[in-house]
């Protein structure tokens, strides 16, 4: 299963100390199985220092959730655009 991407995120707790979350973007290529094609999987892992987690998504899955977060990210984007302009 290839890594194809990791966000790292570095934070810090109310005790100051710091701390890393990780988001790790992982596939397995399409198969066939009894001469049909079977999709491949994209999983989406979660891991800090306490643990982990992931979620394995077909490619339908994980384009619907990759639209949304590029549209909700574009809007955030804009919206702070439109406060820097209004601060200027």
């Given amino acids: 299963m290839p890594v194809e991407d990791e966000v790292i ?3 810090k707790d109310d005790k100051g100390e710091q701390h890393r ?3 790790r973007l ?3 290529s ?3 199985s009894n001469g049909f094609p079977r ?3 994209v999983t989406v892992r979660v891991m800090n220092t ?3 987690a992931a979620i394995k998504l077909n490619p339908d899955e994980a384009l619907r959730i990759s639209s ?3 549209s909700i ?3 955030m984007l804009n919206q702070k655009r439109k406060m820097w302009r209004e601060r200027d």
């Fill in 21 to 23: 979350t990780i988001l």
């Fill in 73 to 75: 990210s574009k809007e």
């Fill in 30 to 32: 399409p198969t066939t």
């Fill in 26 to 28: 992982e596939s397995d």
């Fill in 50 to 52: 306490v643990g982990q």
């Fill in 9 to 11: 995120h570095w934070w």
């Fill in 39 to 41: 999709d491949g999987l």
């Fill in 68 to 70: 949304q977060l590029m």
